[in-house]
Each structure stands twice: as structure tokens, then as C-alpha cells.
């Protein structure tokens, strides 16, 4: 994880410089991270929605990791940066057949599919352009744990589509098109999985399930997809997996399943400790004996903890001997949603200190909602080798007002 202590002058010299709320991302430990995650027995895929940063893209490529993108935006985006279309795979609930054909002319050739509209119109395109798609159906399972996450869980959602409906398609339809390669199956509805036990029990369930349809439908399963979902410990819970552990249950999927290769594509697990959101504390006040801040940025550049109701761990960057105590962390939007939560933080901090959110390399600026109440976009800035660049300026609301 970014080292704030070995960054600490440089985050003091950007808070006055910026003058705004910034995401500050190191790079060093970016590659690092990246070069072990390659290390497991897998094909690593980035899921380019947790963070589609330039420098970020730039690092995983000469990591060699590939990418996995579900918008043109996206897939532009790591196109420019000069990653190759081999290296993509398109997924995302919402392809539409010009899409699909943008994705096919830009050289991609590996498609998740979702619905069997897109099955339909991905085997029309690859016949009219005369091009080979490699495609993996996605499948959502019914889960009955009794819970629920942002990727759906055990709710009805518009990922993939149950083994049923592949399977009455698959008996009313041929999926034998000489273009498409069906090279097995994508199932993903778990978010931020902490406890290995747990992601044992959900890879295995999938696993199971999916070689069994395989064999119902009559595919020769050689990819199984899992998605992402491995989870990052935001509220200190003393569980987080480890590399390790991860490798020991992949050797076990493979194992049990050794005809199979297993993809995964890594958002959060593979980019959210690369980065720190620093913003400053606007007020410090006492309402009804709740102690709270008020800062500058909030759920407008980070929606995690409104979302989710979870904080960020967090820290001040004035370094204090003052012991711990108890604050609200408040954003600057005029609705009480924008609030960041319950926090330890030095008791003397006051108006003009600046708190640091960890493990923001993910979901954060992108997935945020900067435009309301027309405050300043946070700046965002890079640590690479020792040289520190703001690649994105801190822009006033009138470079985007009309
Ligand atoms: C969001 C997403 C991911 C990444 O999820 P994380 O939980 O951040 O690892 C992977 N695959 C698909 C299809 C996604 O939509």
C-alpha cells in the first residue's frame, strides 16, 4: 500500500500546490503488487471500471496484464495507451450490436456475452466481417445465502443469464457458427470477498455448476471465468486474503478441474492500495455531542462509503501525538448522504488539516459524482521512480458548466 510516511513531504507540498482535493497514486507500489498478483496460475485480467487511469493502464500493460473493458469509452481509453486488442476482453451487460461491431473493426476479439441477443449478433457480425470471436457465455447462478452485494449476490440481475435459459437456447438454436468459439463460461456475483473460506465455497459452487452445463449443452469447457470480487479489508476487520491462500485454493480448482483454465479479472484487489485520497477539513463542530468534520471533498469524489455504509480507513496527515478520538466525517454536499463516516483521528485536529483516505487506487474518481453543487474536480496525481506528476489538474466547475 502507498507508504504516507515516505510520501509525507510530497503530500504536504501537493495540498498546497493543488489547493484541492487529489487522488495520489504510486506506481512503484503498483508494479510490485502487480508482479506478484502474476505469479498465480491464472489469466489475469484488469477491470478497467475500478480505475481507467492512463499511467495506471500503462503500468499493468508492461506487467502484462490484460484488460478487460465494458464501454467504447473504455476500450478507447486503453487503446490510446497502445495496449494491444488481443489483450481485451469485452464485457458489460449492454452491447449493442453497433458496439459489438466498434469492438470487432477495433481488433478485439474476445467477447463476454450476456443475453442471446448478443450471442446472435456477435455470430451476424463474425459471419458478415469473416473474423473468429472467441466468446464466454456469462451464467448467473441463484445463490441462497440470505445476502446481497452491489454485484447482485443472490438478487436477479441483468449479468449473463441463467444455465436454464443457455440451456433451452442452446436445444432451439445452433451454437455451432463457424466463426464463434465458445470457449466456456463467466460467472461473477460476489463483491469484496474478505474470508477464504467463503470464496472457496463460491468458486467451487461455480465450478461445479458450470461443468455440469457444459456437459448438458454439450461445450467443451476450457475456460472458466470467474470474474473478480477478491476483497480489500477497508474497515480493519482482520481478515484479508492473502496471496497465498489464493494460490492454494486456484491449485485445488485446477486440480479438481484440470482441463480447465481459470480467468480472473482483478479490480479492486489488483489497483485499491495504490492510491490515497487527500482532502482538507473545512469545519470542525460539536451537534447534538456528535463530534464531526466537514471536508472539502467527499461522496462526491468517493461514493464507497455511501453506498456501502462502510469508511475508508483513514489518517491526518499533520503528524499529532494527540490520542485518538471518535469524528463524523462529513463531505461538502448539501444532502446528509454524503457522509463518510464514524473515524479515529488525532483529537486536535481542526479547519486547514488535511485527512488521507487509503486504499482509494479503486473505485473513486470515476465512479464518483463530481458534478453536483459545482464544486472543484479533485486533481489526480502520480508517484513513479521518484518523480511525482499531476496528470490531472484540480478543475474549477467552469471548465464544464454550460
Ligand atoms: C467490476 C467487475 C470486475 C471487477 O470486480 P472487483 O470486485 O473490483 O475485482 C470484474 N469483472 C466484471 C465483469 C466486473 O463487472
Not at 504536504?12 to 503498483?30: R, S
Not at 457480425?125 to 466468446?135: F, R, T
Not at 473460506?197 to 468458486?203: A, G, S, V, Y
Not at 463516516?341 to 473513486?364: C, M, N, R, W
Request: hydrophobic share 40%.
Amino acid at each position: 500500500m502507498v507508504d504516507t510516511l515516505h510520501h509525507h513531504q510530497a503530500l504536504v507540498d501537493l495540498a498546497k500546490e493543488i489547493d484541492a482535493p487529489f487522488f495520489f497514486y504510486d506506481l512503484d507500489v503498483l508494479q510490485s503488487h502487480i508482479k506478484t498478483l502474476q505469479t498465480l496460475p491464472v489469466t489475469l485480467w484488469y477491470a478497467l471500471k475500478a480505475n481507467p487511469l492512463s499511467a495506471i493502464i500503462s503500468t499493468l500493460d508492461d506487467e502484462g496484464m490484460r484488460f478487460d473493458v465494458a464501454s467504447i469509452g473504455e476500450l478507447n481509453q486503453v487503446l490510446k495507451q497502445g495496449v494491444n486488442p488481443q489483450n481485451i476482453l469485452h464485457t458489460g451487460p449492454a452491447k449493442s450490436y453497433e458496439q459489438l461491431g466498434y469492438f470487432i473493426d477495433q481488433g478485439v476479439r474476445r467477447f463476454a456475452i450476456e443475453s442471446t441477443q448478443q450471442l446472435q449478433d456477435v455470430q451476424s457480425i463474425a459471419n458478415e466481417k469473416q473474423v473468429h470471436i472467441d466468446v464466454l457465455l456469462r451464467v448467473q447462478l441463484q445463490w441462497h445465502d440470505g445476502e446481497k452485494n452491489v454485484l447482485g449476490g443472490e438478487c436477479v440481475t441483468p449479468f449473463g443469464l441463467s444455465p436454464n435459459d443457455w440451456i433451452l437456447y442452446s436445444k432451439n438454436h445452433d451454437l455451432d457458427c463457424p466463426y464463434i468459439n465458445i470457449l466456456g463460461f463467466h460467472c461473477f456475483q460476489w463483491g469484496n470477498i474478505l474470508c477464504i473460506d467463503k470464496l472457496e465455497r463460491i468458486w467451487f459452487t461455480i465450478a461445479d455448476a458450470l461443468h455440469e452445463l457444459a456437459e448438458t449443452m454439450g461445450i467443451d469447457l476450457r475456460v472458466l471465468d470467474l470474474g473478480g470480487g477478491l476483497g480489500v479489508d477497508y474497515q480493519h476487520e482482520g481478515q484479508e486474503l492473502s496471496l497465498a491462500e489464493i494460490n492454494a485454493l486456484l491449485l485445488k480448482l485446477k486440480s479438481h478441474y484440470p482441463q480447465t483454465d481459470i480467468w480472473l479479472e482483478l479490480g479492486r484487489y489488483a489497483v485499491a492500495k495504490c492510491g490515497v485520497y487527500v482532502t482538507k477539513v473545512v469545519d470542525r463542530k460539536t451537534v447534538y455531542e456528535r463530534d464531526m468534520l466537514v471536508l472539502a471533498g467527499g461522496s462526491q469524489h468517493l461514493m464507497r462509503p455511501t453506498l456501502t455504509s462502510q469508511a475508508f480507513p483513514v489518517s491526518r496527515l499533520r503528524e499529532s501525538s494527540a490520542q485518538l478520538s471518535k469524528m463524523h466525517l462529513h463531505g461538502a454536499l448539501c444532502t446528509s448522504l454524503d457522509y463518510l463516516g464514524e473515524v479515529q483521528l488525532p483529537s486536535d485536529t481542526k479547519a486547514q488539516d488535511h485527512i488521507i483516505f487509503h486504499y482509494t487506487g479503486a473505485y473513486g474518481f470515476t465512479e464518483s459524482m463530481p458534478f453536483f453543487l459545482c464544486h472543484t474536480l479533485p486533481a489526480e496525481v502520480t508517484y513513479n521512480k521518484g518523480l511525482i506528476k499531476i496528470l490531472r489538474k484540480a478543475e474549477a466547475a467552469g471548465v464544464w458548466l454550460k
